[in-house]
Nanobody, 115 residues
Framework: QLRIVESGGGLVQPGGSLRLSCAAS????????VGWARQVPGKGREWLLA???????YSANSVKGRFTISRDNAKNTLYLQMNSLKPEDTAVYFC?????????WGQGTQVTVSS
C-alpha cells in the first residue's frame, strides 16, 4: 500500500531555514515523479517543486532561489530545503507522488513563519 508521510514542519522566524522530509513506501520511489506543494486556508494547493525519475526538476517562480528539492532513492525519502523564509510561506506543506497517473498525497505538515 502506498504511503507518504511528511515531517519537519514547525515555527521559524522570517529569514530562517527549515528542512522538510517525506518518507515514501509501497511503490518504487525512484521510478515516479515526486514533489512538494503547499496550501493556505481558502486557497488552492500550489505546486512548488518536483523531481522526475531522470533527475530533471521543476520549480515554481515563487520559490526559485530559496527552496530546493532533493531525493534520496536509497532511503525512499524526498526533502524540501527552505531558506530565506517569509511570512507568506506560512502554509501546510504536502508531499506527493504521481503513480499511475494519479497524485497520492501525504497528510501535510504545518510551516509557520513568524517573529
Amino acid at each position: 500500500q502506498l504511503r507518504i508521510v511528511e515531517s519537519g514542519g514547525g515555527l521559524v522566524q522570517p529569514g530562517g531555514s527549515l528542512r522538510l522530509s517525506c518518507a515514501a513506501s509501497g511503490f518504487t520511489f525512484s521510478s515516479y515523479p515526486v514533489g512538494w506543494a503547499r496550501q493556505v486556508p481558502g486557497k488552492g494547493r500550489e505546486w512548488l517543486l518536483a523531481v522526475y525519475p531522470d533527475g530533471s526538476k521543476y520549480s515554481a517562480n515563487s520559490v526559485k532561489g530559496r527552496f530546493t528539492i532533493s531525493r534520496d532513492n536509497a532511503k525512499n525519502t524526498l526533502y524540501l530545503q527552505m531558506n530565506s523564509l517569509k511570512p507568506e510561506d506560512t502554509a501546510v506543506y504536502f508531499c506527493a507522488a504521481r503513480v499511475g497517473g494519479e497524485d497520492s498525497w501525504g497528510q501535510g505538515t504545518q510551516v509557520t513563519v513568524s517573529s
